[in-house]
T-cell receptor, first 114, second 115 residues
Framework: KAGVTQTPRYLIKTRGQQVTLSCSPISGHRSVSWYQQTPGQGLQFLFEYFSETQRNKGNFPGRFSGRQFSNSRSEMNVSTLELGDSALYLC?????????????FGPGTRLTVL | AQKVTQAQTEISVVEKEDVTLDCVYETRDTTYYLFWYKQPPSGELVFLIRRNSFDEQNEISGRYSWNFQKSTSSFNFTITASQVVDSAVYFCALSDYNAGNMLTFGGGTRLMVKP
């Protein structure tokens, strides 16, 4: 079974631009979560989607948004990029929401903001 | 509020040594889940184990073993006879029953296994 895939793997943008990252979950998984990893803040939860609905959101500004499609694929968008948005963005999928369902992570998208 | 603490930021051992990675957590919930993930240099987080709060049985999987103690709010991870391929950053994480998929991660422990 294929794992979680994320595209693109690497991205370079300039301040003020916007970016869209894509995540395809493991086949059969309907829940997708996003995390940001930076050297300073570590791994932080961004948001979680299930059945095309955002169920939970972390403490991030409104510039960070996401959505989920009917095939469970998810995208996240960051508008008006800032230097501090440079990070590894990780997507995780699980069968359904809840800690009883293990989340499996993709390889991440490394975003660099210049 | 949930919190996970991994006090060891970096550990260096020589191959074949045993090593224990510590994890201490805080939560107000009585139902919660604990996880360990491995992050090799490629960046992907690799799932290692999940434990729920009602299952305090220790677990062994090959060279890996986990010790879950609710009395001390700890979920420690031991690698026996370490190998160079074990070199990675290891993360402990917590998910409360009511938190959906939100994982709270510790700061990670970088393990370096030297030949």
């Amino acid at each position: 079974k294929a794992g979680v895939t994320q595209t693109p793997r690497y991205l370079i943008k300039t301040r003020g631009q916007q970016v869209t990252l894509s995540c395809s979950p493991i086949s059969g998984h309907r829940s997708v979560s996003w995390y940001q990893q930076t050297p300073g803040q570590g791994l932080q939860f961004l948001f979680e989607y299930f059945s095309e609905t955002q169920r939970n959101k972390g403490n991030f500004p409104g510039r960070f948004s996401g959505r989920q499609f009917s095939n469970s694929r998810s995208e996240m968008n960051v508008s008006t990029l800032e230097l501090g948005d440079s990070a590894l963005y990780l997507c995780a999928s699980s069968l359904a929401p809840g800690g009883s369902n293990t989340q499996y992570f993709g390889p991440g998208t490394r975003l660099t903001v210049l | 509020a949930q919190k996970v603490t991994q006090a060891q930021t970096e550990i260096s051992v020589v191959e074949k040594e045993d090593v224990t990675l510590d994890c201490v957590y805080e939560t107000r919930d009585t139902t919660y889940y604990l996880f360990w993930y491995k992050q090799p240099p490629s960046g992907e987080l690799v799932f290692l184990i999940r434990r729920n709060s009602f299952d305090e049985q220790n677990e062994i999987s090959g060279r890996y073993s986990w010790n879950f103690q609710k009395s001390t709010s700890s979920f420690n991870f031991t690698i026996t006879a370490s190998q160079v391929v074990d070199s990675a950053v290891y993360f402990c994480a917590l998910s409360d029953y009511n938190a959906g998929n939100m994982l709270t991660f510790g700061g990670g422990t970088r393990l370096m296994v030297k030949p």
